[in-house]
Structures are given as structure tokens and as C-alpha cells.
């Protein structure tokens, strides 16, 4: 969580890359951007919280008074950023353009509220603004050794919640309190929070985001287990399970082989020089063949690491080759509305030479 993560370099690539882009500064807000430069990970307020990193100069956050605290418990100072803190009532945003009265074109992070987004303009008259992922997104989409580890223990940790699943998943059980067994679980297994737990049984399992309801669980039924949370240094995992709670329907068998074997082929794909969208086609190719085209409903994958979605994305029409570091999922899914549906996500990483799955439990239908 601290030093091998979260380290000077960083900072020190983003100014480079800023300024091979022609940008003079970055203005990132709470995000996982924030977290990947300086290890900070600040709560999303009204009060202004912003990094402002300059292409050539002293990296500086601005934190309210009252988050200094949090600020100076994070690894922000150790990577070389200076705390400066505004007390309510004050104006912030004059200590952004006192730092950049020069500034022509300034980066602002991506998902930085609107509010400050006008603010920061008003404050900078004079520069354009572009967005930061432009410069930030070549930082974080290859994965460095360290990242990589921290993407295996997650995956580990969200294996070992799955390995558990018959001690919840049973007839009679509504899938909000399968859910909530899980939570506790993924936190049990060194999870420092719990982003999402889907439990969808039976037709429920034919929306690949169901989440959970009141419904209860019957015998017989498919059920889509996908969950995942952040571990306590920031990286996260995400991992798909389908289940059946007793023998499972004639239909749902079949197509849950077809499933197995594309999510199968889809991994194999994985190497330095496939495009993303190979990698996509591995997996929608042989489900398409298998009649169940127009049933699988999203791409194959996300790329994951202090965001659960980041570059790269699995999918048709994105013709990036995988280069060694990258990290995202695999997890196709068949889906057939008003019955029942299956989804089988690995999370993997490429190598030099081919492809390390980082969930290591089997991908076979389990029966409870």
C-alpha cells in the first residue's frame, strides 16, 4: 500500500507526458486518478480537494482544513506533494491561479463535478481546458509488477469468497441475504470495501447488472453470482461465478458449455500484439455459432486496477494491441430473457508470453 505502489515516479511521468501533449498543467480531483499520483484517496465534497501538478514545478494539493488529517495519513507527502489547506469560507480556487498565472492549456480530470469545472474556468480565464485522461490513461493502462501483485492478492482474496459460496447460496434464501453474506465475507477476506455483490437467480440471471431483490431462490435455478471489492491499497477485484442450486435445467447446460468453452478460448487469445477486439471475437464468435448471438449482451471485458471499468476495453471495434501489464476482465455471458442466464469473468493480466489468469478457481457450472 505504500511504497512499492505509490512512489515519485509517478508525478514524475505524468509531467513528462503532460508536457510531450502540450498541456502545462493536470487538476485532478477526487478519483482514482488522484490515488495513482499521490495515494491519496480523498472523499468526493462540496469543499475543493485538487492536486494541481504543473509540467514543470512543484506538485501541490489543495485539501480542506478539516481532510488535512487524512491528507498527511496517505502517502501524498512521501511522493513529493506539498499540502496546502483552505479553511471553510475562503476561496479556493485563488490558490489554484496563483499556482498557474501563466497557464495556457490545463488538464482536468475526468470526472471532476461540473461545479468545479466552471469554477476552475472562471478562476483561469485565460487557459483552455482539455482533459486529463488523455495523458493519464497511457500511465495506467499497463500495469506495473508491483500493480500486478496488487491485482493478484485481490483476486485471490475475491477466489477465496467464491470458494465459500455454498455455505449462502440455497433454496429458500432471498438473494438479498445471499448478498449480505457476501459482503461480510469480502470484507473477511481483506477487502477494505465492498463495491458491488450481484445475486441473480433464475430470470433474474438474464440481466447481466441485476443486483439483488427480495426474491427468493427456488431448486432447480441458475444462479449469476459477480462480486467484487477494493482491497486496502486501492486495487480491486472482480470475479464471475454461475451456480446451480441442484440439477440444472437441460437448456441451461447446454449453452452453459458453450459459454465455458468460449470464456476459455477468449483467455487463450490473450497475448502481446492481439488486438482487444481478437480477444472479444474469441469468445462472441463461438457463441454466435452456437445460435446464442443476440444473447450475449455486453463486451467481453473491462480493464481493472484502481477503477473497477479503466482502459483497456474487450470489444468489438477497439483494434489496441495488448502489450505485457495490461489488466481487464473476461466474461462473456448468455442471456435469455424471461428464463435464466450464465456469465463466467476471470480477471488476467498480459505477459510477455501469452496471458496469467489472477482468479484461479475453476470456471465448471458448480452445483450446491
Not at 431483490?213 to 459477480?226: C, H, K, L, T
Amino acid at each position: 500500500m505504500g511504497v512499492e505502489l505509490y512512489t515519485p515516479d509517478r508525478l514524475a511521468a505524468a509531467q513528462r507526458a503532460m508536457a510531450a501533449a502540450g498541456l502545462d498543467a493536470l487538476l485532478i480531483g477526487p478519483s482514482a486518478d488522484l490515488r495513482y499520483l499521490t495515494g491519496y484517496d480523498a472523499h468526493a465534497l462540496e469543499r475543493l480537494t485538487l492536486l494541481v501538478l504543473p509540467a514543470d514545478g512543484e506538485a501541490v494539493l489543495i485539501v480542506p482544513r478539516l481532510e488535512r488529517p487524512a491528507a498527511e495519513a496517505s502517502p501524498a507527502e512521501s511522493v513529493g506533494v506539498r499540502l496546502v489547506d483552505h479553511s471553510d469560507g475562503s476561496d479556493p480556487y485563488g490558490l489554484v491561479s496563483d499556482r498557474l498565472k501563466t497557464a495556457k492549456t490545463v488538464g482536468l480530470g475526468n470526472r471532476m463535478w461540473a461545479e468545479q469545472v466552471l469554477a476552475l474556468r472562471d478562476a483561469l480565464p485565460d487557459a483552455e481546458q482539455a482533459l486529463a485522461g488523455a495523458v493519464l490513461r497511457e500511465l495506467r493502462l499497463r500495469k506495473t509488477p508491483a500493480e500486478v501483485d496488487a491485482l493478484r492478492r485481490a483476486g485471490q482474496a475475491i477466489d477465496a469468497v467464491h470458494r465459500r459460496m455454498g455455505e449462502w447460496l440455497r433454496a429458500g434464501r432471498t438473494e438479498a441475504e445471499v448478498a449480505a453474506d457476501i459482503a461480510a465475507a469480502i470484507r473477511e477476506a481483506g477487502h477494505a470495501t465492498v463495491e458491488f455483490t450481484i445475486v441473480a437467480a433464475g430470470p433474474n440471471g438474464a440481466s447481466p447488472h441485476h443486483g439483488v431483490s427480495d426474491r427468493v431462490i427456488r431448486a432447480g435455478e441458475p444462479v449469476v453470482v459477480d462480486i467484487g471489492g477494493a482491497m486496502p491499497d486501492g486495487y480491486c477485484s472482480d470475479s464471475t461465478r454461475t451456480y446451480c442450486i441442484g440439477a440444472p435445467p437441460a437448456d441451461f447446460a447446454a449453452y452453459y458449455a458453450v459459454l465455458h468453452e468460449a470464456q476459455r478460448a477468449s483467455v487463450a487469445a490473450v497475448r502481446p500484439g492481439a488486438t482487444a477486439e481478437s480477444v472479444d471475437a474469441a469468445a462472441r464468435d463461438l457463441i454466435t455459432e452456437a445460435g446464442h448471438g443476440d444473447a450475449f449482451l455486453h463486451r467481453t471485458g473491462h480493464g481493472i486496477g484502481l477503477d473497477g471499468h479503466e482502459d483497456p476495453y474487450i470489444v468489438a471495434g477497439n483494434d489496441t494491441p495488448l502489450e505485457p501489464g495490461m489488466a481487464f476482465s473476461v466474461e462473456p455471458g448468455i442471456y435469455l430473457a424471461g428464463r435464466h442466464g450464465a456469465r463466467i469473468e476471470d480477471i488476467v493480466v498480459c505477459t510477455e508470453t501469452g496471458v496469467e489468469r489472477l482468479n484461479t478457481i475453476d470456471t465448471e457450472l458448480v452445483i450446491l
